[in-house]
């Protein structure tokens, strides 16, 4: 993972709030892709799975796959009334590491591949690597910018409050952001370490910051690198 400088702003008169978004913007990068999966994530695997055109329809095979025993399927089955439901306690009992899902590798991204692979679903398999390869290039990027970022970003209360509306951040992100008023240093690096954490559940989400960057006249130099570079790497990544 590549290391990110920590901002000049002394850590001693930094909120609570602040400390820790910079904590997880420090430890969380790529955590979906490099270590160790978590209950918290299952709504990023959720999201994951549907985005690689996994069928829900073998969620049963998939479970035995990665670990589970047919009781623990079996009982999934009984207990929920759609496909949907039962692919997402799948998951969770997955995540959860119940029955023998550490002796499969445990819950990892790795293990989640080879269980696709296993089963033949190798288009889903390389669209999970696909999401993997994008991600990274998508995080490498705004790390590459993050010290401008943290330095000139103009106005992050507006660019938070448009960002909110996109879905990019949670409404309890916005609220830290205008919590942290007023230091705009502080505001700058409450937003930056959630558009991390949003990159890092889904890639594309740092164009749709770079195209809210540019709709302000203070950002637009900044928004248009990124977009640039975005573009360049994606377009190098075709030959």
């Not at 949670?170 to 409450?190: D, F, I, M």
């Amino acid at each position: 993972m590549t290391h990110i400088a920590p901002p000049k702003t002394s850590y001693e008169l930094l909120p609570k709030f602040v400390m820790a978004a910079k904590t997880s913007f420090c430890s969380s990068s790529l955590s979906l892709f490099s270590s160790s999966l978590t209950m918290e994530q299952l709504i990023d695997v959720l999201n994951l799975l549907k985005r690689c055109d996994f069928p829900q329809r073998r969620w049963k095979e998939l479970g035995l796959t990665l670990g589970l025993h047919k009781n623990t399927l079996d009982a999934i089955k009984r207990d929920n009334d759609t496909t949907d439901d039962c692919l997402t306690e799948c998951l969770s009992q997955w995540l959860s590491r119940a029955d023998n899902v550490n002796s499969k590798g445990g819950a990892t991204f790795d293990s989640l591949s080879d269980a696709l692979k296993s089963m033949n679903e190798n288009a889903a398999a390389d669209k999970l690597h696909l999401e993997k390869h994008s991600t990274c290039l998508a995080i490498d990027i705004f790390n590459t910018h993050h010290p401008l970022l943290s330095q000139s970003l103009s106005d992050p209360v507006s660019v938070a409050i448009v960002l909110q509306r996109e879905g990019v951040i949670t409404r309890q992100v916005l609220a830290n952001v205008e919590s942290a008023s007023p230091s705009v240093p502080n505001q700058r690096e409450v937003l930056l370490a959630a558009i991390i954490v949003a990159i890092e559940s889904k890639y594309s989400l740092l164009q749709t910051f770079a195209s809210v960057l540019c709709k302000f006249t203070g950002n637009v130099k900044l928004g248009t690198v990124i977009q640039r570079d975005y573009g360049i790497s994606s377009r190098n990544e075709l030959f």
